[in-house]
T-cell receptor
Framework: GAVVSQHPSWVICKSGTSVKIECRSLDFQATTMFWYRQFPKQSLMLMATSNEGSKATYEQGVEKDKFLINHASLTLSTLTVTSAHPEDSSFYIC?????????????FGQGTRLTVV | AQSVTQLGSHVSVSEGALVLLRCNYSSSVPPYLFWYVQYPNQGLQLLLKYTTGATLVKGINGFEAEFKKSETSFHLTKPSAHMSDAAEYFCAVSERGSYIPTFGRGTSLIVHP
């Protein structure tokens, strides 16, 4: 099946710094990727839809200047948390759509645990 | 608009007992339905899905779910729980052609020895 990989799996950063999280589709080209945020003991919340070669579409309430998304190639989307603060600490998960074949769902990465201290 | 309701934030069973995780959905169009499992600090793994055809769907690790349109339900079952089944389980619904599912709040499955 399609494989989506995130890097890093976990990261600790100081308050005020920026952190970049990568989401790669390893065996398919993903024209569309999705970024989710998950708070402890809660469900996934869609943050934005990332389209290759165009600007990301952000969900209501998500600060686009805070969470920069770049989808520069068909296999890579990045989420940069700028000027991170402790309240940005969370689990971030990406998913990617394989536009070929009969797939009916996007494929999820393993997630990135961000801790801001 | 779609929504998913998972009854019970926690379900506790003994090892070897039946597992039943409940999921009800609402959708204005015929939906795709999914169950995902999440282990601590990991992403989502697809257990099974219903898209069309047979309403009883078998998935990985011995899990299965039945799509009941009249009850708008998609409950997840497993005949005999293993300790390794302890995890968070998410039910999700999406419109056909959409790759953005709406997730339930999740149910934590606890398995006692």
């Amino acid at each position: 099946g399609a494989v989506v990989s995130q890097h890093p799996s976990w990261v600790i950063c100081k308050s005020g710094t920026s952190v970049k999280i990568e989401c790669r589709s390893l065996d398919f080209q993903a024209t569309t990727m999705f970024w989710y945020r998950q708070f402890p003991k809660q469900s996934l919340m869609l943050m934005a839809t990332s389209n290759e070669g165009s600007k990301a579409t952000y969900e209501q309430g998500v600060e686009k200047d805070k969470f920069l998304i770049n989808h520069a190639s068909l296999t890579l989307s990045t989420l940069t948390v700028t000027s991170a603060h402790p309240e940005d600490s969370s689990f971030y998960i990406c998913s990617a759509r394989d536009p070929t074949g009969p797939n009916t769902e996007a494929f999820f990465g393993q997630g990135t645990r961000l801790t801001v201290v | 608009a779609q929504s998913v309701t998972q009854l019970g934030s926690h379900v506790s069973v003994s090892e070897g007992a039946l597992v039943l995780l409940r999921c009800n959905y609402s959708s204005s169009v015929p939906p795709y339905l999914f169950w995902y499992v999440q282990y601590p600090n990991q992403g989502l793994q697809l257990l099974l899905k219903y898209t069309t055809g047979a309403t009883l769907v078998k998935g990985i690790n011995g899990f299965e779910a039945e799509f009941k349109k009249s009850e708008t339900s998609f409950h997840l079952t497993k005949p005999s729980a293993h300790m390794s089944d302890a995890a968070e389980y998410f039910c999700a619904v999406s419109e056909r052609g959409s790759y953005i599912p709406t997730f339930g709040r999740g149910t934590s499955l606890i398995v006692h020895p």
